[in-house]
Structure formats: C-alpha cells, structure tokens
C-alpha cells in the first residue's frame, strides 16, 4: 500500500509540475522557476515560525507571496540595468542563504530538517496521514499536492486562451486587450503554490527537475501546447513509477531517481523524437543529400 | 586586544578565515569574465553537475581526496557544459531550459549515487554530504593549501591571459579573427570555473557556490567601467564578504559560514545598487534630478526670452 502511496504522490508531483513547467520552457522562464524553488525555502521557515504547524495553508500563502518577491525583485534588478540571468542568480542565492540561516537558528527547537527541505523524503509520506475524526483519509502530501494541481488545472483551463497567447505573443496579447502582467503573474503565483506543495516529497532542488525536464521532453515530441501539456504529465508519471523502483532496486533517492529517470527520457526523446529527434533529423538530411546526389543533372 | 580579535589567535579559526578570503577573491575573479560572457549561471551548473563526479570519484577510489574529486567534478563539468551546448545548438530547447534540465538531472543522479554510497554501508562516506554541501567550519591547513595554491594559480593564469580573457569576453569573433584559439579558450576558461566551483562547494556548499561566483562580479561592475578594475574589485569584494563571513560566524553566533558569507556579498551588492557613482540608483537619481532641473531652467529662460522679445516688439 505504502508503494502505491508513494507512486501517486510522485505522479501528482510530476503532473503539477508538468502543467505549469510547460509555460515555464515556452516563455524561456526555467532558470525563474529554479529561483522561485529555491527561494520558496525562507518563506516556508517563517511561515513555519508564524504559524508553528507544518500543514497549514499559512506555509502555501507565505511562500506564494515570496515567490512574488523573487519575481519582483529579479525585474527590478534587471531593470536597474543588470542581465537577467546574474539578476536570478543574486536574487535566489541571497534568499536561500537567508532561509538557510533561518534553519540553522531555530532549528534546535523545531522538526524542521535541512537536509529534508533539500532533498524531500517521499518514502516517509504514507506514515504522515490526514485524520478526519477516525477516518484515515491518506497521506496529508496526496492532499496537499492534489489541491495544488486542482488548482493549477482550474485555473490553467479557465484562461487557458489567454495563458497561451500571452506565453506565445504576448504583444498581440497585450493588443487584445488582456492582461499580460496579470497572468504572467498568476502563472509565478502558480509555480510558486506547486513548489511548496511538491517541495516536502522531492525536494528544493529536484522539482525543478520536475518543473523542466518533462515539459522539455514534451516540446520535443509535439508542435500543440494542449498535447505538450498531456504528454509532459503523462511523463512525469511514467518517471515518477520507473524512478521509485529503479531507487527500489538501488537502494537509493527516490526523489532522485524520479528525475534521473525523467532526464533518461528525455534522452531518449532527444536522439529519436519523430519531428524534433538528432538522429532521425539527420537521417532525413543524408536521405535527401543522397536523392540529389541519384538525381541526374537535367 | 578586543573581544572578537581573540577568536583568531585560534590556529584554526585563522585557516577557516584565509580559506573564505581566497575562495571570494579567486572566484571573484573568474565570476567577472563569466559574468561579461552572460554566463553567471554556468556556475550555478557547474556546481551542481559537480555532485555525480565528486560521487563517482569516491566510489572508484574510496577515498575521500580533494585532488581525485577534483577530477570526478571537472569531469562532470565537462559533460554538463557539453551537454547544455548541444541542447541549445541541436534542438528548439533554449538555453535557460537546457541549463535547468541539466542542472536538475546532473542533481537527481548525484542523489541517487549519494544515497546509494550512504546505504551502502562504507564507514569512509561518512561526512561525504557535509563535505559536498558545505562547512567551513571542517576546514584544515590542507585544505587551506590547496585554496591557497589553487587560488594563486588562477589568479596567475587571468593575468598572465589577461589580454586573450579580455578580448574573448567582449568579441569572440574577432578574437578568432586574429587567429586566437577561442575554443580552447573558452574551455579553459570553463576549466577555471570547475576548479572554483570544486574547491569551493566543501566550504559554502552547492547551491551557494553560484553567489560567489555571480555577487562579487556584478557588484564591481556597478564601480567601473574597466575590466581589469573590475576583476581587482570583484576580487575584493569576495574576499572581503568571506572575512565578514567568517568574523559574524566566528563570534559565536554559531551560524554557518557560507550563508554569512553569502548575505555579506549581497550586502556589498546592495550597497552598489544604490550608491555606485555613475550606475548606482541614488546616482542615476540626481542625474535624472540635475537633467530635469537644467531643462526646466533652460525653458524658462526661453520663454522670459521670448516674452521680452514679444514686449519689444509692441
């Protein structure tokens, strides 16, 4: 049961992830969903001090709103007439070190472990579980990523329109008449929600794993967002399974394994991607070099 | 003597302080030219891609040696960068996803290989995570002599390729042009990196490693408008963020050394964000100020001009 529990978690994970990721890659935004992940980890210590619970709504509000932050400050350090890229690379940094030292300060007193914010521990999570009165619901992250991704698709199909054209053009966008800063601004509040609730299973570092690596995989295999979006959680979920008994049989990171898995597809999907793939691209070319070199010269 | 002076009379305390004083100056140094190159989160990468090496490395030896590390990481860094180029040449993916994805799976199989030799049962990995995620408070004279003849050694090759670094960072093409080896070049200068990040991460850690590398170099571009002050600067600065860092650390405030280290570079930063002569906002303020004020000024001239003129004509 505890497997099953543990394959669910990692595949709602990943399809979280996969959904937003998808306008993460399109809108050249991943390194922002990276820096959105790391920095999330101050405001979940405070939200923890604030609060003194581990599952409250308290931790998702406070690390949206420093997901915000980041996204607000890197602009305005960009602005300020800095690369973007050094502007997520001082921003996230400063804020994980803040969140780091938060850690170690209060971390006597309080359950809250480095190296599980780090890396995540999902084979705990079928022990953590959610009592109704005295019935059992399931472990308390199923809920908790689940709402996210309730979430994530509720909003994402709403204004799906509007989340498209503003990833693809949003010039035309802004044109029409919609509001692109809103939405770009959803869309953070969105990645920011998925990675605090993805972040107790897999870790600070590997959900931008899964926020990347699937999408990536997924653009590579089709040319329509709406399929890019099924395919990149259908494989998440596929890495999420392989990856837990691939750490079964290695006695290893299960998180880890899911996105060493993920990044095995997308591999994969590299090399011999139908439309997009090297290897049968370049097949493609030899067979129409040699066509023209069979051609007789008319 | 006061109080807090007295910490460093400890032999120790003196190593942990002149390894963070090296570290910041050499990877200030090589932050600038990546930075210039808009490559500040290479680093980041690179530290990360460091993990599965510097694991590989400890299972084929089974010991735990800065030098055989240093090999397992620079070879990981090696595949990572091979492997973000040709991403973004070959594929539609560009190249702030290819960094992520290689970042992230470079990551996810370091933890697969970490706890894998953690369950393994080996009693020499004990420590192997401290060491990778960064004490500096475990630093010993050794490991200080390796930073420090590390540190030398770079700070030697940027001078000595001053000229060649220079002219790859602002125009790569007519480098080649003259006939300058830019690729070896530009995997030398990605070597240099690895060998920053790999002497750094046991004394800040992996994700923290990319401050160090990125803060001192974009603080000091804010001060000149020359690369090679801006290399002596960013070393500075590094430098002295690893001095602050280990003095607020080392005074009993049993902090780790690396965040400190860290929020004292972006305390520099933020400092040059505001104040920098020329570039800084307060500066930019009062030019902005000064400009609209000489227009103002200058309209009003005009127009009581205009006005006399107008008053003679009738």
Redesign the interface.
């Known amino acids: 049961m505890s497997d099953l529990w543990i394959i669910v978690t990692g595949a709602l994970v990943a399809s979280a992830c996969g959904i937003v990721g998808c306008f993460l890659?399109l809108r050249?935004?991943?390194?922002i969903?990276?820096a959105i992940s790391?920095s999330v980890l101050p405001g979940i210590v405070i939200a923890f001090l604030v609060s003194g619970s581990r599952d409250s709504l308290f931790m998702l509000l406070g690390a949206a709103g420093i997901g915000l932050v980041t996204v607000l400050l890197i602009q305005l350090?960009h602005q300020?007439?800095?690369?973007s890229?050094?502007s997520?690379?001082?921003v996230f940094?400063?804020l994980?070190?803040?969140g780091?030292?938060l850690v170690?300060?209060y971390t006597r007193d309080i359950d809250l472990d480095l190296?599980c914010v780090?890396?995540g521990e999902i084979a705990y999570i079928p022990w953590n579980t959610l009592q109704l009165g005295s019935l059992d619901m399931g472990p308390k992250a199923v809920w908790g990523i689940g709402l996210a991704l309730l979430l994530s698709v509720a909003l994402i199909g709403i204004f799906y329109k509007q989340f498209k054209l503003t990833s693809f053009d949003p010039t035309f966008a802004a044109a029409v008449g919609i509001p692109v800063a809103l939405f770009h601004y959803l869309l953070m509040s969105l990645v920011s929600v998925t990675t605090v609730a993805s972040f107790e299973s897999v870790g600070a570092?590997?959900v931008?794993?899964m926020?990347?690596?699937p999408p990536?995989t997924a653009?590579?295999l089709t040319d329509r967002l709406g399929r890019m979006m099924i395919y990149s959680v259908v494989i998440g979920c596929i890495s999420s399974a392989a990856g837990y008994y691939a750490?079964q049989f290695?006695?290893?990171?299960i998180?880890?394994?899911?996105?060493?898995t993920?990044?095995f597809l997308?591999v994969i999907a590299?090399l011999f991607s139908p439309r997009?793939g090297?290897l049968l691209r370049k097949w493609k070319q030899r067979r129409i070099l040699a066509d023209a070199a069979a051609e007789p010269f008319v | 003597m006061p109080d807090w002076f007295i910490i460093f009379l400890d032999p120790n305390a003196r190593w942990i302080l002149l390894g963070c004083m090296l570290l910041g100056f050499s990877s200030g140094i090589i932050g600038s030219f990546s930075y210039l190159r808009k490559q500040s989160l290479m680093g980041d990468a690179l530290a990360h891609a460091a993990l599965p090496g510097v694991c590989i490395a400890f299972m084929l030896s089974g010991s735990k040696s800065i030098g055989l590390f240093l090999i397992g990481a620079a070879a990981a860094g090696f595949i990572a960068t091979f492997g973000i180029g040709y991403i973004t040449r070959h594929t539609r993916i560009k190249q702030d996803s290819a960094l992520a994805i290689v970042l992230s799976v470079f990551f996810g199989l370091g933890t697969v290989l970490l706890t894998h030799i953690q369950h393994s049962g080996n009693s020499n990995q004990s420590g192997l995570d401290k060491f990778l995620f960064g004490q500096a408070a475990s630093l010993v004279g050794d490991d200080v002599m390796v930073m420090s003849v590390t540190s030398l050694l770079l700070a030697g090759i940027c001078t000595l390729l001053y000229k060649e670094f220079k002219l790859l960072s602002f125009d790569p093409g007519f480098a080649r042009g003259l006939g300058y080896p830019v690729a070896f070049l530009d995997q030398l200068m990605m070597f240099l990196m690895v060998v920053v990040v790999v002497v750094g991460i046991q004394a800040v850690g992996i994700v923290l490693m990319a401050a160090l590398l990125i803060t001192p170099a974009v603080s000091a571009r804010y001060w000149t408008e020359k690369l090679g002050v801006m290399v002596v600067l960013a070393g500075l600065f590094g430098a002295l963020s690893g001095m602050a860092g280990t003095f607020i650390s080392a005074n009993g405030s049993n902090l780790p050394t690396g965040p400190l280290t860290v929020l004292a570079s972006t305390a520099v930063f933020l400092v040059s964000l505001g104040f920098a002569p020329g570039r800084g906002l307060v500066s930019k303020l009062l030019i902005h100020r000064t400009a609209r004020r000489r227009y103002t000024q200058q309209l009003a001239s005009t127009a009581g001009y205009e006005l006399e003129r107008k008053e003679k004509a009738l």
């Open positions: 890659v050249k935004m991943a390194m969903g990276d790391h350090i300020s007439g800095l690369q890229d050094a997520i690379g001082v940094t400063a994980f070190a803040i780091i030292i170690s300060v190296d780090l890396y570092i590997l931008v794993g926020l990347v690596v990536a653009y590579l750490a290695l006695d290893a990171s998180a880890g394994s899911m996105v060493s993920a990044g997308f590299l997009h090297v």
